[in-house]
């Protein structure tokens, strides 16, 4: 029933909702979902674009319905760009709705080669979506982004190349910080336990063993085996803390704690990673790079 009213609005508002006609010198204009995407599109486009992201800080992507405004606001783009993968699996039927309006749709995550993502036994899409954990991945999508807005903005190229190529260059100083960051910390300690699994590109890229209690998507629910598994795992390798993220409600790593408690054992909550969201808009951790480096101190620290 409510797939049903769902579509029903959908259609009204495409009925209802004229896209207007940009003159000449109006800015290309911008649709994004996740506040990455969002933060990537602004580094890119600067001055030159208008973008408007739909989900915010502490917004989970996974679980995210499109509001009317978000749909007039998709309605209106001339280039949408989002995560893909099934990230943002309960917006896919207005992403195909979008397409048939002719508004240019792009799944970012879809612009990497296929040998490089990780897959899953356990979620549709069969590859994990959290792409953004690998800053090499992230670089990948920085020049799809910028290739992608020059071939729609053809008088603003330069400017996104100038954009992009000083932004691939503070990726590429953010990837030695945290390379010496994580130097310090013993390859036995790299064990990151978190409410879902949102880390394995991070754990790739930096030899952590990443476990999560949920799967990919916090669509899963952990049940009592889930955990008691986990907390016999954190007991066997002494893992020293496990961490809450701010997209997930933190009762199931409290609960993880506990059964940890119960078996006579003790772990910390090291502290709240950023994963599927951003921190708050005019922040540090409301960067990409600034959420990537807030993150791996909060890690190593705890780890230590």
């Given at each position: 029933m409510k797939k049903l009213i769902s579509t029903i609005l959908i259609a009204l508002l495409l009925f209802s909702c004229?896209?207007?006609?940009?003159?000449?010198?109006?800015?290309?204009?911008?649709?994004?979902?996740?506040?990455?995407?969002?933060?990537?599109?602004?580094?890119?486009?600067?001055?030159?674009?208008?973008?408007?992201?739909?989900?915010?800080?502490?917004?989970?992507?996974?679980?995210?319905?499109?509001?009317?405004?978000?749909?007039?606001?998709?309605?209106?783009?001339?280039?949408?760009?989002?995560?893909?993968?099934?990230?943002?699996?309960?917006?896919?039927?207005?992403?195909?709705?979008?397409?048939?309006?002719?508004i240019k749709t792009i799944a970012i995550g879809e612009s990497l080669d296929k040998s490089i993502l990780i897959g899953s036994d356990y979620f549709a899409s069969n590859y994990d979506p959290h792409v953004w954990f690998s800053v090499d991945n992230w670089k990948t999508i920085t020049k799809f982004v910028i290739e992608q807005l020059s071939a729609i903005d053809q008088k603003n190229a330069e400017t996104f190349k100038t954009n992009g190529k000083i932004y691939l260059t503070k990726l590429n100083e953010l990837e030695t910080k945290l390379e010496s960051v994580i130097s310090t910390l013993p390859k036995e300690k790299r064990i990151l336990v978190t409410a879902h699994d949102a880390f394995s590109y991070f754990g790739k890229a930096y030899d952590f063993n990443v476990v999560g209690l949920q799967g990919l998507s916090t669509a899963t629910e952990a049940g009592v085996q889930d955990v008691q598994k986990l907390a016999n795992f954190i007991i066997e390798k002494e893992v020293k803390a496990i961490f809450v993220e701010t997209s997930v409600p933190k009762r199931t790593i409290e609960a993880l704690q506990a059964a940890v408690k119960s078996k006579d054992h003790e772990v910390s909550i090291g502290g709240t990673l950023y994963s599927d969201a951003l921190g708050n808009l005019g922040t540090v951790e409301g960067t990409y790079i600034g959420m990537f480096e807030y993150n791996v101190n909060t890690i190593i620290n705890a780890l230590k």
């Open positions: 004229k896209k207007e006609v940009k003159k000449e010198n109006e800015k290309l204009n911008v649709v994004t979902t996740t506040s990455m995407i969002t933060d990537l599109a602004k580094n890119i486009g600067g001055d030159a674009i208008d973008v408007k992201g739909l989900m915010g800080s502490g917004v989970d992507p996974h679980l995210y319905k499109a509001s009317e405004g978000d749909v007039t606001k998709l309605l209106n783009a001339d280039i949408i760009f989002y995560n893909g993968l099934h990230l943002e699996g309960k917006l896919v039927e207005v992403f195909e709705k979008m397409e048939s309006q002719d």
